[in-house]
């Protein structure tokens, strides 16, 4: 009796004990980012317990050369999610293909000639690279969508239906690019100017030069730019090698491409989500109007322009289009002319291996299945306490031994456009929805709304869409031209309705969060991407051509009472109704007086005399929330605020002055507590910015509105993985083809393995040159054994050649495990 009343006490400590370790926030205490000049000592020093995860992945090269005895001390994290690509600058991609700079002199640039872009597709070795450089650890790659990640399959198909392949056609290439440089010179205007002469050719006597921004501070991109160039110069064409750190970064994206800072950048890309769907990655890498291709959309520079990959990028970003089939059919053929156009070039995707020190954590993160640690393996961190305080020790690698890079600019396009404050911003922010990192299901994180009560209703009416919901005359738009609540009046259709709740909780200094937080974003927002007349200045360029396609889409919001909004858009998923109603959410991100006080740097400007704004734009600052002067004058700008007892216009008939100050004086207070002005609503805050030893310190929120076991237990999913299919390289037409898949399952974010049973669902499907495919269903044959049949009658109605082979498996609605295969058929 006595060991069982022991016994019970001790079951009681340990239920007790794991009780209160559930708490509002994250499961750790404080958070701590520091950075290594190299990943070589940054990985020893989590080996070592000097820190806890590395935060950026691994090189191949480094783990190569780690014994298994520190292997064993690792928890690896391995995910499809970097990627190699070469941005170009075409100036001014026309013919004859010259430009003439502001002090006079006039350059003949090779890389606006369609053609010659183009043919790089065949000039470089893409296998060559994966071999020697990646030691293996990638693919091939030509399309902005990550090869192995579920969605991709289609995309990856065009390079084979172009004619590429991993290993290129040299021979091929050079012909290709000497036919066009040829065709360049017989041009009237560049008669007798440009000329073939010797190794290169010549320009008005000198060399057909191009300047290639090559990443000195990536061992891995600096050996792949260096065997580019030499095969830029087989071709005829100097190559002035600009080998730079991370500086690079300033003049390939933030330059004049009339300047002609730079012809030709090697870019190293994350997957930035885990996604189901691609065609956001179609808008950023080939659409001019998202700000990443040459000229940024910055209307001060000269911008490299396709209507076409614009209308397309727009269409699928923003649920345009009525069908699935529809969708593909654009998106595919977005990507086909991204291709074709080559103003961004993809080169190679990595299989990239982060690592944590095993010992440290109670359990494994949750990280991204398309790109590996990010935001939520912070939130979900649990490791060992030293003293009581559970503290998570992140490393990240800069050459330059900094971690602060790009703006911490919360309105601009431009801001938090680095991967190390992207990674400190994802733990401090909440966003209405995200896609979760085990399924890429678009999923409310702030937003509170069912998507069974979302309303879609459109028909087709010739090519044009329209909307079969009316929405309310009481319905209100902000008008930014009389700084006014308008409403719609009558007549107005949507396409999509819903009524839209949030999760309202405490800013970082204390203030509870209100609708008043969302009114003001909603008119801030139609503020800032409307030019009321020349010279508006609550006007920003940039930040109106990427974010405007969006607001656009909002027909009407009914303002309620109770804190909730009705929402009329014209935006539609046919797919998935939960990324239709995700879209329709309302947004809260940082508190409105934070935002108000940055709007007015910009427009009325600053007690320093520092010229703002919300673009990185040459001559003028960037808002940083985090930067010792901004910070400065965000403070007085409150400041102010609060003499003037000032109420922005959009929230007159919402709040007091009074209510107002006391927010502003909240602001004041976290800024001289903390010494910056990152006021956010995420589960940590930060606490510490120490610029000497390029260190930055958060601290768990425990106001936060999830408690601390809500999300690892939300995230735990069964999912399955190919582990191999056995599918021969080549096959007879006349006889039945077999493919034996063995899969296995797992439990994410764990990765102990078991073989996958009959509830699984394999799939085999043959990618036709139509673009169809054919679809088998594989049979259960014994547990992790599935097996297909392809029966003759089908192999020989097809044509002799080499077919893409996609295999899939999944159990329900989690991420499916893709892989693809050729099979070449005679």
């Not at 020093?45 to 935060?55: H, L, M, P, Q, Y």
């Not at 491409?257 to 885990?274: C, K, N, R, V």
Request: with cysteine; charged share 20%; glycine share 8%.
């Amino acid at each position: 009796m006595k060991k069982a009343l022991i016994a019970l006490a001790l079951i009681l400590v340990v239920a007790g004990s794991a009780f209160a370790q559930v708490k509002n926030g994250p499961i750790v205490d404080k958070v701590i980012y520091e950075v290594r000049m190299d990943q070589t000592l940054a990985t020893k020093d989590i080996i070592e317990g000097k820190a806890d995860v590395f935060f950026q992945a691994v090189p191949a090269g480094v783990l190569r050369g780690l014994s298994e005895a520190e292997k064993a001390k690792l928890d690896f994290y391995a995910v499809p999610s970097g990627s190699w690509s070469l941005m170009v600058n075409p100036i001014p991609n026309k013919a004859p293909y010259t430009w003439t700079k502001k002090d006079g002199t006039t350059e003949f640039n090779p890389f606006a000639i369609k053609e010659v872009r183009y043919a790089m597709n065949w000039l470089i070795d893409r296998k060559k690279l994966i071999d020697e450089i990646l030691f293996g650890q990638g693919d091939p790659m030509f399309v902005p969508m990550t090869p192995g990640q579920p969605g991709t399959y289609k995309y990856n198909l065009i390079a084979a239906k172009l004619g590429m392949s991993d290993r290129g056609n040299e021979k091929k290439a050079l012909a290709d690019i000497e036919a066009a440089m040829q065709a360049a010179a017989n041009l009237p205007e560049n008669k007798g100017k440009l000329v073939k002469s010797g190794k290169f050719w010549q320009f008005n006597g000198k060399d057909v030069a191009i300047k290639f921004l090559i990443r000195v501070d990536d061992p891995q991109r600096l050996t792949a730019g260096r065997y580019i160039s030499d095969q830029i110069e087989k071709a005829g064409i100097k190559v002035e090698r600009l080998e730079r750190d991370r500086a690079a970064i300033s003049i390939a994206y933030y330059s004049n491409p009339a300047d002609i800072e730079f012809h030709l950048y090697t870019e190293g890309w994350g997957a930035g989500a885990t996604r189901a769907w691609w065609d956001i990655t179609i808008s950023q890498m080939y659409s001019p109007y998202y700000g990443y291709m040459a000229g940024g959309a910055d209307p001060a520079n000269w911008n490299y322009e396709n209507a076409e990959l614009d209308r397309l990028g727009m269409k699928g970003l923003n649920g345009q289009f009525m069908t699935e089939a529809e969708y593909w059919a654009d998106n595919l053929k977005a990507t086909e002319l991204g291709v074709r156009e080559a103003a961004r070039i993809y080169v190679a995707s990595q299989l990239d291996s982060f690592v944590a020190n095993k010992a440290r954590f109670n359990s494994r993160m949750a990280y991204g299945l398309g790109d590996g640690l990010n935001g939520w393996s912070v939130r979900t961190a649990d490791v060992k306490p030293v003293n009581g305080v559970k503290t998570l020790r992140i490393l990240q690698f800069s050459a330059r031994g900094t971690l602060f890079m790009s703006a911490w600019d919360p309105i601009g396009v431009d801001g938090f456009s680095d991967v190390y404050s992207r990674a400190m911003l994802e733990p401090i922010m909440d966003f209405a929805t995200f896609e979760a990192p085990n399924s890429a299901q678009d999923t409310p994180l702030r937003a509170v709304y069912d998507p069974k009560k979302i309303v879609n209703k459109t028909v087709l009416q010739g090519d044009e869409i329209k909307g079969q919901i009316a929405v309310p005359a009481t319905a209100v738009r902000y008008d930014s031209a009389t700084k006014t609540w308008k409403p719609v009046g009558s007549g107005v259709m949507a396409w999509t309705s819903g009524v839209y709740g949030y999760k309202y909780g405490k800013w970082h200094h204390g203030v509870m969060q209100d609708m008043t937080d969302i009114i003001h974003g909603i008119a801030f927002g139609t503020e800032w991407v409307t030019e009321d007349g020349a010279g508006d200045k609550y006007y920003d360029a940039s930040y109106s051509s990427q974010i405007k396609p969006g607001l656009d889409l909002i027909k009407g919001t009914i303002i309620n009472k109770n804190g909730t909004f009705g929402r009329y858009f014209d935006y539609q998923w046919p797919m998935d109704v939960n990324r239709t109603a995700a879209n329709g959410a309302v947004s809260a991100t940082m508190p409105w007086e934070i935002t108000e006080a940055l709007a007015l740097l910009v427009a009325e400007g600053s007690k320093s005399s520092t010229v703002y704004s919300f673009t990185n734009t040459e001559g003028i600052t960037e808002v940083d929330v985090i930067a010792e002067k901004c910070v400065a004058d965000i403070k007085a700008k409150l400041q102010d605020m609060v003499a003037k007892k000032h109420v922005p216009v959009a929230l007159k008939a919402y709040t007091t002055a009074d209510k107002a100050v006391a927010r502003y004086n909240a602001a004041i207070k976290f800024i001289d507590t903390y010494g910056h002005a990152m006021i956010s609503q995420g589960p940590f805050y930060i606490s510490k910015i120490s610029t000497q030893t390029n260190s930055v310190e958060l601290t768990a929120f425990r106001d936060y509105v999830y408690k601390s076991d809500y999300w690892p237990k939300a995230f735990r999913t069964t999912i399955t993985k190919i582990e191999n299919v056995n599918i021969p390289a080549t096959a007879t037409r006349k006889a039945d083809l077999k493919v034996d898949v063995t899969a296995s399952t797992y439990v994410y974010p764990d990765v102990a393995t078991t073989p996958v049973t009959n509830k699984a669902k394999v799939t085999v499907a043959i990618q036709m040159p139509d673009g169809t495919e054919k679809v088998y269903n594989a049979k259960y044959s014994k547990a992790g054994l599935f097996t297909a049949t392809i029966p003759a009658k089908d192999l020989g109605a097809m044509k002799p050649g080499s077919y893409t082979v996609v295999i899939m498996s999944s159990l329900a609605g989690e991420a499916p495990s893709v892989v693809p295969k050729t099979l070449v058929l005679f």
